[in-house]
């Protein structure tokens, strides 16, 4: 098992920023690829960005790439989204997500996903 729990989620104003962070206990975390998805009411979860176990690779889903950047600091057993140019539409819980089966052909796909959290809710305003 690995506990994830996000933070950072909150209310904020179309274009601005937000960070969230993955907390994860036990050290075995550093060996799981990290990712965050985000599900809207009445829509399917969908795939934000992943991270590698080392930092090295990182994958995007198209709509955020260029305003979002995943990050991890394997000594804080931590994985953060640093969300910018927030819009409307990406109001969403955010879940963190971990696994030991990330791939290039994989990344985007939660079934890849061993283990959950239980969401942070970000509300962007128009």
């Known amino acids: 098992q690995v506990p994830l729990v996000e933070s950072g989620g909150g209310l904020v104003q179309a274009g601005g920023s937000l960070r969230l962070s993955c907390a994860a206990s036990g050290r075995t975390f550093s060996r799981y690829a990290t990712g965050w998805f985000r599900q809207a009411p009445g829509k399917e979860r969908e795939f934000v960005a992943t991270?590698?176990?080392?930092?090295?690779?990182?994958y995007y889903a198209d709509s955020v790439k260029g305003r979002f950047t995943i990050s991890r600091d394997n000594a804080k057993n931590t994985v953060y989204l640093q969300m910018n140019s927030l819009k409307p539409e990406e109001t969403a819980v955010y879940y963190c997500?971990?696994?030991?089966?990330?791939?290039?052909?994989?990344?985007?796909?939660?079934?890849?996903?061993?283990?959950w959290g239980q969401g942070t809710q970000v509300t962007v305003s128009s």
């Open positions: 991270v590698s176990w080392n930092g090295r690779s990182t």
């Open positions: 997500a971990a696994s030991t089966n990330l791939s290039s052909g994989n990344y985007y796909s939660a079934i890849t996903y061993d283990y």
